[in-house]
């Protein structure tokens, strides 16, 4: 009876239960909204750096990430390279070989650019490069050509079936230069890699630097790429640690997760403001209410109701008031979010700007992760039950002769 | 054994620097089977006596023995739990839970007295039919009439099997039809169950079927005589 008590009272003002309920609601639907736009778009932002660069996880020579060199390139034989190719929580170990050199074409002046030793079939299956093909095709063994990022190949004024000259400089201070025929144009969507990006056959760069059999890295494809740092330190015991370095993504780009950090803390700043003016407003409710019911109180107190279960009943009302607005909020939220995430916002003007200087696609989709709602549904009902220990403490504190008192 | 009795039972509550004995020294018993009126001017202390008899307010000094149990010694919630076994109060307005109906009103004391439901829902069917709101019981406090609420008062405040049945002023709001039918109800269950009632009133009406009428005045008993 506590219970239908509880329940019945909840409607004995309909309209003040229904605006704050609607409250409740709408502060929930807004941060769900919200927080699911910002985790979504990290997210998005997190796998195009990722899926673009370094991969989840990869090995380097020792001390490449702080001198980006080929002189600090490594021998795949330093690593038990089948052996991490069988762990069940590696998916693959793609080879590659990176550096840097000056091109240019026909039509052009030279441009600066980045060059990416590739086997062409696991970068396909593993990072879908042949998806962000335009025209021709992958760099081979067979037909010894480059494929240019299309953002490139427009300032170099260069098409299908042109040559590009190479030069730069190879391993040990060997010259590294070379021409090819250019065999394919891809479009990285990454901005800064779609304009500076030339891909090679592994070999056919190995054997252009002079760093024969030598890699820059070994990308880690993980099966599951959440618990990145236990999978660091489980692949770090097959490895000879003195040739090499094992690094995450985060320890390779910091800067990015605190930029997003930064961006998130700033969402959480809005947030806890809307938290708080909500939490004002059920608070107002829950002291016009037991303002109102004190006679009540003086009542039940009277005829032996004990002050336990008196407090029981209030506080399972303003629970079921808080998980009614609760639920709507967040079912409401549901739909939207959904359609965000399948259907992206593409961003525009200063936005759009921004995000390509840190290198990600310009799109807003949303998070469908279920701790958003999970997070944000359990901080509103926190803050509706310690409001509620204002009735409570007002039960506790009762006497029931002034209570009945008018 | 009386059923109440005080002994030198006083109630002093302080207004600014001067002191207001709202019940001064007051020596009284019940008996049970009484049909008992508390009267007496506007202040004289009415209220607070039965506040005090109903384990309501704390006495400044005295005692206040309920069936032999000094209930002024107990703990704020053993007199809790002695209030829902013993005592069976009415109030003068405000009586019921506004959400429950007639009948859950009613069932509800014996819910708190950890009745079983058969128990709860015949008892509770058979006091409504008592008082003469059986066609009502499913009808929720602000579906009743005054004299309606106060009748379901008296079948809540004897669902818990009290000692006895405090009422302050039972009937201070009703009209004289209604007031007439719930005398009459407490008459009949005092005469037929044999139920102690104790109540206070201003209403000339109440004060004649009274059986013993205890006249009160500036906290002190003034007179006190069976008729
Ligand atoms: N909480 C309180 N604080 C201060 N004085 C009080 C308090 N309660 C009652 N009094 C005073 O005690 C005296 C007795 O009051 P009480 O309410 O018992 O009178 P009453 O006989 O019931 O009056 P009425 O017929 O108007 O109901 C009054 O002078 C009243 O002002
Ligand atoms: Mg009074």
């Known amino acids: 009876m506590l219970f239908k008590i509880a329940w019945r009272n909840i409607w004995r003002n309909k309209r003040r239960s229904l605006i704050t309920l609607a409250s409740v609601a709408f502060a929930l639907f807004f941060a769900i909204i919200m927080r699911s736009m910002q985790l979504g778009t990290y997210d998005q932002a997190y796998s195009s750096v990722i899926n673009a660069t370094t991969g989840y996880m990869q090995w380097q020579g020792e001390g490449f990430w702080d001198k980006q060199s080929l002189e600090r390139s490594f021998s795949p034989d330093s690593l038990t390279w089948q052996q991490i190719e069988q762990d069940e929580s590696v998916e693959a170990l793609l080879p590659r070989l ?29 990072f879908k490069l042949d998806e962000k093909l335009l025209e021709g095709s992958l760099p081979s063994a067979s037909n010894n050509g480059v494929m240019l990022a299309s953002g490139l190949a427009e300032n170099l004024k260069i098409k299908l079936g042109d040559t590009l000259v190479i030069i730069g400089q190879g391993y040990h201070g060997m010259s590294a230069n070379g021409k090819y025929p250019v065999v394919g144009i891809a479009d990285l969507k990454n901005p800064i890699a779609n304009k500076s990006t030339v891909y090679l056959n592994l070999q056919e760069l190995q054997y252009l630097t002079g ?87 003086g009542i039940l107190l009277s005829i032996g ?17 808080s998980l009614l607005g609760i639920a709507s909020g967040s079912f409401l939220a549901l739909p939207i979010a959904m359609y965000y995430h399948y259907n992206p916002i593409e961003l525009a003007g200063d936005m759009d700007a921004m995000m390509e200087d840190y290198g990600m696609e310009p799109l807003l989709p949303f998070s469908l992760d279920s701790s958003i709602w999970l997070t944000h549904g359990s901080i509103m009902l926190i803050i509706s039950l310690i409001l509620s220990l204002y009735s409570i403490i007002t039960i506790y504190r009762l006497n029931p002769v002034k209570a009945m008192r008018r | 054994m009386s059923v109440i009795e005080t002994q030198n039972l006083s ?81 003068q307005a405000y009586n019921l839970i506004p959400v429950l109906s007639a009948r859950e009103n009613v069932e509800f004391i014996m819910l708190l007295q950890g009745q079983s439901k058969q128990e709860r829902e015949s008892r509770a069917k058979e006091l409504l039919q008592a008082v003469g709101l059986e066609q009502q019981m ?66 000339q009406r109440v004060i004649d079927r009274a059986e013993r009428l205890i006249y009160v005045e500036d906290g002190k008993i003034k007179s006190d005589e069976k008729q």
């Open chain 1, 98 to 126: 990176e550096s840097f050199a000056l091109l240019a074409s026909d039509n052009s002046d030279t441009k600066p650019g980045f060059l990416k030793g590739i086997q062409a079939p696991l970068e396909s299956k593993y």
């Open chain 1, 211 to 297: 760093a024969y059999n030598q890699l820059t890295a070994a990308v880690v494809v993980p099966t599951d790429p959440k618990d990145l740092y236990a999978l660091k330190n489980q692949l770090q015991s097959y490895t000879d640690t003195t040739a090499t370095d094992l690094m995450t993504w985060q320890e390779m780009m910091p800067e990015l997760i605190e930029a997003m950090e930064a961006d998130s803390a700033g969402g959480l700043a809005i947030l806890f403001i809307l938290y708080l003016v909500i939490g004002f407003g059920i608070f107002g409710t829950i002291l016009m209410l037991t303002a109102e019911r004190k006679p009540e109180y």
């Open chain 2, 11 to 91: 109630r002093v509550y302080q207004d600014g620097d001067s002191e207001i004995h709202a019940v001064d020294k007051i020596d009284l018993s019940v008996e049970a089977g009484e049909f008992t009126a508390i009267i007496g001017p506007s202040g004289s202390g009415k209220t607070t006596l039965l506040n005090l008899i109903g384990g309501l307010d704390n006495p400044t000094s005295g005692t206040v023995t309920v069936e032999g149990k000094p209930i002024h010694q107990l703990k704020d919630n053993e007199l809790i739990n002695f209030r829902l076994q013993h005592i069976g109060f009415v109030f």
């Open chain 1, 305 to 321: 109701m004990s002050r336990g279960r008196m407090a029981l009943s209030t506080f399972m009302e303003t629970a079921f008031l």
């Open chain 2, 138 to 203: 499913h009808k929720r406090p602000s579906e009743l009439s005054g004299g309606q609420q106060q009748r379901v008062a008296v079948a809540r405040a004897l669902a818990s099997k009290p000692s006895f049945v405090l009422a302050d002023e039972p009937t201070a709001n009703l009209d004289s039809k209604s007031t007439e039918d719930l005398l009459d109800i407490m008459h009949k269950l005092n005469k037929e169950e044999g139920i102690t009632f104790l109540f206070s009133t201003h209403d």
